[in-house]
């Protein structure tokens, strides 16, 4: 089973900075099934982007995705308040469907 | 609009049985799978399986596979995730999610349904 392993654990960064999320896969796999989540404290967990690098319906063009084999990134270019938050990547396509741990992103 | 609306909180106690329903609406019901995924309090995201709602095959999490069990009724648009042999340890906030695409992406999420376990 491929284990998805998310860096940094907290990333403390300031309204209008650039944060860049990192998720390392185990082996490596296809870029189209890796995607990123976005989850607010209470809330369901909300698709950002697929296929590594596609923004999902409605995502603010800040938000995007990059990397392949084992090394994936999401970079928000500005941080705006509403995108502090944990951010999970996934491997889909077929089971098991795994999350990586979570990348908790706080204000500075 | 894709709608998925989960049933209520529930209380259980050790070693009984619970059963989540989600209740889709605004598309093809019977066109896209749906997963079913936990939170623990304070934990990361945890998939543990996936039906498809049109034939009602299944494909369940190894960690879950003695223990779970996915149904879907087409006359509702609902799936169902029954969880039996309960634990302190499957306390958390259950959510179901449609699989999109080709690689079943999660594109939209049911509320999400506590589930307490306690005696």
């Known amino acids: 089973e491929i284990v998805l392993t998310q860096s940094p654990g907290t990333l403390s960064l300031s309204p209008g900075e650039r944060a860049t999320l990192s998720c390392r896969a185990s082996q490596s796999v296809s870029s189209t099934f890796l995607a990123w989540y976005q989850q607010k404290p209470g809330q369901a967990p909300r698709l950002l982007i697929y296929?590594?690098?596609s923004r999902a319906t409605g995502i603010p063009d800040r938000f995007s995705g990059s990397g392949s084999g084992t090394d994936f990134t999401l970079t928000i270019s500005r941080l705006e308040p509403e995108d502090f938050a944990v951010y999970y990547c996934?491997?889909?396509?077929?089971?098991?469907?795994?999350f990586g741990q979570g990348t908790k992103l706080e204000i500075k | 609009q894709v709608q998925l609306v989960q049933s209520g909180a529930e209380v259980k106690k050790p070693g009984a049985s619970v059963k989540v329903s989600c209740k889709a609406s605004g598309y093809t019901f019977t066109s896209f799978y749906m997963h079913w995924v936990r939170q623990a309090p304070g934990q990361g995201l945890e998939w543990m399986g996936i039906i498809n709602p049109g034939g009602g095959t299944t494909n369940y999490a190894q960690k879950f596979q003695s223990r779970v069990t996915m149904t879907r009724d087409t006359s509702t648009s609902t799936v169902h995730m029954e969880l039996s042999s309960l634990s302190s340890e499957d306390t958390a906030v259950y959510y179901c999610?449609?699989?999109?695409?080709?690689?079943?992406?999660?594109?939209?999420w049911g509320q999400g349904t506590l589930v307490t376990i306690s005696s």
């Open positions: 999610a449609r699989g999109w695409g080709t690689y079943y992406y999660f594109d939209f």
């Open positions: 996934q491997l889909c396509g077929s089971s098991p469907f795994t």
């Open positions: 296929g590594a690098s």
